[in-house]
């Protein structure tokens, strides 16, 4: 498409780069149709082509309101655009640029600032995070019903096996999952055990940055990213292999550090091998499935199999191209999938999104659910947190992460 | 750039009048007004040609559709309706005067009828949504347009789309029953029947790619047909594209009719591997996907035929579809091609002629040709079974004048195509894009009659002015343009 932004943005690294974005796009319109909030709104505004007009709008000079903020506030970033795109088109990372662009020129009613700043806190801090959801379990009916529905009972977390392998990686413990879930980072220590792997904690990482950039706050999101690179690289030059990420919301925001401070010339190469080091989990079992298949296959042979449905999240099918990984796995520990509709669309937990825009998002799990259990499985399974607890509150089914499933049948 | 003619002859309106009749007639977020939310929609699929309509009406119901209509017909105000705005001739273009009115919320299904073997459903449905919802039921709506996955059955009414499937299923009028349409004056009309044929004139069939200029679509009883027990396709790779070219005519002069029969040039083939990694042989000069449906011992004795006509036409290689996966992965790399040329260049613009199957290799040759002269690349994608080339030049926008340059280029085809025998228009519409070419295509007389048509429907002429049809004043302007017609039909009219 044909674009000539303005001088405020053309000359800047993020100014560049959109354009590159923008020039793809060659408005065949194809990524409207797999747009969760498309398909919902029917407004070219509220899809991927209409934004990225939107977007090419400011940036070549127009000045922006609260409409176009709207519009861009109501994208999930699920990027199922980019994974629908024949052309590449780059929509999440043009969304980052355009969002900070407008927030700057548009503002937010000061009551909202502080209410998203807030967020953007507790949720990147375990330990502001932990207390909170304390607080939240023991004081739950004075909570608003959308985000008392969110807390989950306490879990409980079996052993983590002693670190006694030669081959070590190390997982991220991340912000909410091991306050919601301690089990699914358990489980996978197990799991990875007995294929003769050891996992090992990163004390000093934390949040991966995901939350506090993506609403918009990317300074204080890069400050998590150069803490998580500061914990991890002592241990990947101690022998670890790889960074394993449990969450693939996480594992997606990792994945692109390299991208995110490519203009911090004192991080770029930590960050550019931070990246590289990383793999979600779905991808460390794959690589070694031969030795996990055949375990599995011993585990439930004679058993019967059992119906679950998998859920596979924008960040793992989208943000990182990863499908059918997770699902051979869990058919080997003896789980027949059920099919489930319109896989490629999004739940509605999206970050903070399910928080912000209460109402599209619960569209968004109403259709997710009736997809998910119109095969009849006994749970669902899934790759990500957000998804995990999100999913859960619209149904009575179990909805836990994949390798627990998986760990279960060991 | 092109502007849709007759604009002038429209006055303009009082456009705060006209926005807050509207918005008494349409919830709130189905009317956008401001220049920042009504320009997303200055373009379709063919984003060279641009202008801002005063306001975007995106109806719920056709109740509201008849409203809008009723407020611009008593204001004398142009209505442009607007699908899933993938055409690719400008048919979606705003008019700067007037209102586009956008289908996109009317996305139900309303009923499948698996007896009578039906879908009933809203326009802004698509394409593809409709046979998903068939699967089930053993059902799919045949026309495939390579757009189908966004595009709107009702956009595909108002072109009369085809696909890669339509050369044994027909085009989207051979497969639908009925309409309901909503005149400009708001009245309601019932086109077609649920037999196979009504009494009177086939009022649907003239509604089927009108383009927008008679009536807004809002309702649609598409056939459904039965899904074949088996598909699969082959996959031939040709050293050069003349082997390929004569692969086609050889095919259709076996007398086989393959269930789709495509082609693609080297470019084409390498710019969609990147994105759908069907494993396309990316060193052939084309390649031919060649489908066969039916049971399985037809598919078996039909392919065996394909590719023993292929082996004596020169293929270096042949594959065959191992499961379904992989025969829908061949064909969406096809029907990627065109958005997956933006990887090379960040422009083309998708020429769309037809031409007889047995001249394809020279005008292969032509292209080829041109494109070295011009210095402009230009891979070609074909339905080669109803010989409609889609060469597409590639330019670079932003770069002064070439824009105009591939213009130059794109005439230039057309006139290889008029030359070999074919036409100027397959399958995307006329639209603003090939509005002049209707000169040459139609005599006065024939335009005339058109215009007596939609006179008929549409007396101020508010639907959708300016496009599919020239006015004679329009022709006589052209024509002043071409040195002397016949002689020189295609001078180098710069058409952005
Ligand atoms: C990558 C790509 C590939 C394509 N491949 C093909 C192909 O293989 N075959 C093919 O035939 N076309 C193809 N097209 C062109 C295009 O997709 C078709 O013309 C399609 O039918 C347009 O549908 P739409 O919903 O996008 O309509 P729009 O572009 O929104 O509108 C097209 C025309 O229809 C009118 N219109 C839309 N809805 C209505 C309605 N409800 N009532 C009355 N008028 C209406 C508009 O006024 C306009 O004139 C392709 C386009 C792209 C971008
Ligand atoms: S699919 Fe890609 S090229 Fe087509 S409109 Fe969307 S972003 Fe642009
Ligand atoms: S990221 Fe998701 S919600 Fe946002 S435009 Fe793309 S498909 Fe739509």
Not at chain 1, 242 to 266: F, N, P, Q, R, W
Not at chain 1, 287 to 309: C, F, H, I, Y
């Amino acid at each position: 498409m044909e674009t000539h932004l303005a001088d405020f943005i053309k000359d800047t690294p993020e100014g560049q780069e959109a354009e590159a974005i923008l020039r793809r796009c060659v408005h065949c319109g194809f990524c409207t149709a797999t747009c969760p909030t498309y398909q919902l709104l029917g407004d070219e505004l509220d899809g991927p082509r209409g934004r990225i007009y939107l977007i090419k709008q400011v940036l070549e000079g127009s000045p922006a309101t609260e409409s176009t903020q709207l519009h861009l506030d109501r994208c999930l970033t699920c990027r199922s655009c980019e994974t629908t795109c024949p052309s590449g088109v780059e929509y999440g990372k043009l969304v980052d640029i355009g969002r900070k662009v407008v927030d700057d020129q548009v503002g937010r009613p000061a009551m909202e600032g502080v209410k998203r700043k807030a967020m953007s806190t507790v949720l990147s801090s375990p330990s502001l995070f932990s207390p909170a959801l304390a607080a939240g379990r023991a004081f739950g009916g004075l909570l608003p019903e959308a985000l008392r529905k969110k807390i989950p009972a306490a879990q409980r977390a079996d052993a983590w096996p002693a670190p006694t392998n030669a081959r070590r990686m190390v997982v991220l413990e991340g912000c909410v999952q091991p306050s919601l879930s301690p089990n699914i980072n358990a489980a996978t220590a197990r799991v990875l055990d007995r294929i003769g792997i050891s996992l090992v904690k990163a004390p000093q990482a934390g949040c991966c940055g995901a939350v506090a950039f993506h609403m918009n706050y990317q300074d204080d999101g890069r400050d998590h990213m150069r803490r998580n690179i500061d914990a991890w690289l002592p241990l990947l030059d101690g022998g670890a292999e790889t960074i394993v990420m449990t969450a693939s919301g996480c594992g997606s925001t990792v994945k692109e550090y390299g991208h995110h401070l490519a203009h911090d010339a004192t991080y770029a190469p930590r960050a550019e091998r931070i990246s590289k080091a990383t793999r979600d989990l779905t991808e460390v079992l794959a690589a070694e499935s031969d030795k996990l298949v055949a375990m599995l296959e011993k585990a439930v042979a004679g058993k019967p199999r059992r119906k679950l449905a998998f859920h596979s999240p924008c960040s793992l099918q989208h943000g990182q191209q990863i499908r059918g990984k997770a699902e051979a796995l869990l058919t080997a520990a003896g789980y027949d999938l059920t099919p489930v509709p319109d896989g490629h669309l999004c739940c509605g937990s999206a970050g903070t999104y399910s928080l912000l825009q209460p109402e599209l998002s619960q569209q968004l799990l109403a259709n997710k659910v009736q997809a998910l259990t119109s095969g009849g499985p006994e749970g669902v399974a899934t790759a990500n947190i957000g998804c995990l607890t999100h999913i859960q509150t619209g149904m009575k089914q179990p909805v836990r992460h994949w390798v627990e499933w998986i760990d279960e049948r060991m | 750039m092109g502007k849709p003619e007759a604009i002038s002859a429209i006055p303009a309106v009082d456009s705060h009048a006209l926005i807050s009749r509207l918005r008494a007639v349409l919830p709130s977020p189905s009317l956008l007004a401001l220049p920042e939310e009504t320009k997303p929609y200055e373009c379709d699929g063919l984003s060279a040609f641009r202008e801002v309509p005063l306001a975007v009406a995106l109806p719920e119901d056709e109740a509201q559709v008849a409203a809008v209509l009723k407020v611009c017909h008593e204001m004398r105000v142009p209505v442009v309706a607007r699908g899933a705005g993938t055409g690719l001739s400008g048919g979606a273009l705003p008019n700067p005067l007037g209102v586009t009115l956008g289908l996109s919320k009317m996305k139900r299904i309303l009923h499948i009828d698996p007896l009578a073997r039906t879908a009933r459903v809203q326009p802004g449905v698509r394409n593809l949504a409709i046979s998903e919802a068939a699967a089930p039921l053993g059902l799919y709506y045949a026309p495939d347009p390579s757009s189908q996955i966004a595009c709107s059955i009702g956009g595909n009414i108002a072109e009369n789309s085809g696909g890669v499937h339509c050369l044994k299923y027909g085009l989207t009028v051979h497969n639908i029953l009925k309409l309901r349409v909503v005149t400009i004056d708001g009245e309601i009309l019932e086109l077609g029947g649920e037999g196979l044929d009504a009494a009177g004139y086939d009022l649907m069939a003239l509604m089927t790619g009108s383009e927008g200029l008679l009536g807004v679509v809002t309702e649609i009883t598409v056939k459904l047909l039965p899904k074949p027990q088996l598909a699969r396709v082959v996959l031939a790779a040709f050293d050069s594209l003349e082997k390929a070219g004569n692969a086609v005519a050889n095919i259709i002069g076996a007398g086989i009719i393959p269930a789709g029969l495509e082609m693609m040039d080297k470019l084409a083939t390498r710019a969609v591997e990147q994105f759908v990694h069907a494993g396309y042989p990316l060193d052939a000069e084309a390649i031919l996907l060649c489908e066969s449906d039916g049971t399985p011992e037809e598919v078996a004795a039909e392919i065996e035929r394909m590719e023993a006509v292929m082996r004596a036409s020169g293929a270096t290689q042949i594959r065959l579809s191992k499961d379904e996966a992989e025969r829908l992965r061949f064909w969406s790399g096809r029907k990627a091609a065109f958005p997956a040329v933006g990887r090379l260049m960040p422009d083309y613009y998708c020429m769309d002629g037809t031409i007889p199957k047995r001249k394809l290799a020279e005008v292969l040759k032509g292209i080829a040709q041109l494109s070295e002269e011009f210095g402009l690349g230009c891979p070609n994608v074909f339905h080669a079974g109803d010989g409609n080339l889609h060469p597409l030049i590639m330019f670079d926008a932003n770069v002064p004048g070439q824009a105009e340059h591939a213009a130059k280029f794109g005439s230039r085809i057309l006139k290889l195509c008029i030359e070999a025998g074919g036409t100027i228009t397959g399958e995307h519409g006329v639209g603003v894009e090939k509005i002049g070419e209707m000169c040459d295509q139609f005599t006065p007389d024939a335009l005339e009659t058109f215009h007596s048509v939609k006179a008929a429907f549409d007396t101020h002429g508010l639907l959708n002015p300016g496009k599919a049809v020239p006015t004679l004043h329009r022709c006589a302007e052209y024509g002043q343009m071409h040195v002397a017609r016949g002689k020189e039909a295609f001078p180098d009219l710069p058409r952005f």
